[in-house]
């Protein structure tokens, strides 16, 4: 299984940005996907994640201005950014966990980190 992470840039604060997440090899089921982030002399944290029953978790300092959500045919989730602020700065990584087609067992694994830099 492979994730490909996308969609990270430089936004001005209040922008937006879209990060996507596609998730493609053996897959019979994707049954949780969070987006991570680690800012420059911190430690990684939880923003947002999404189960395949559709319950979504979101760090308090991003509630009401990220809004994870998932495709479930195209095993793709997005974590839409609006009201970006400086302090959003950093590098994004998904993490799914899932089920293999097949062999039915289970995954878990890591996409390439995104830039995301917000500028005051």
């Known amino acids: 299984v492979q994730l490909q992470a996308s969609g990270g840039g430089v936004v001005q604060a209040g922008g937006s940005l879209r990060l996507s997440c596609v998730a493609s090899?053996?897959?019979?089921?994707?049954?949780?996907v969070g987006w991570y982030r680690r800012a420059p002399g911190k430690q990684r944290e939880l923003v947002a994640s999404?189960?395949?029953?559709?319950?979504?978790n979101y760090a308090d300092s991003v509630k009401g201005r990220f809004t994870i959500s998932g495709d479930n045919f195209k095993h793709t989730v997005y974590l839409q950014m609006n009201s970006l602020k400086p302090e959003d700065t950093a590098v994004y990584y998904c993490?799914?966990?899932?089920?293999?087609?097949?062999?039915?067992?289970?995954?878990?694994?890591w996409g390439q980190g995104t830039q995301v830099t917000v500028s005051s």
């Open positions: 999404i189960t395949s029953g559709g319950r979504t």
């Open positions: 090899g053996r897959i019979f089921k994707l049954t949780d």
């Open positions: 993490n799914a966990e899932g089920i293999y087609s097949g062999s039915h067992s289970l995954f878990d694994y």
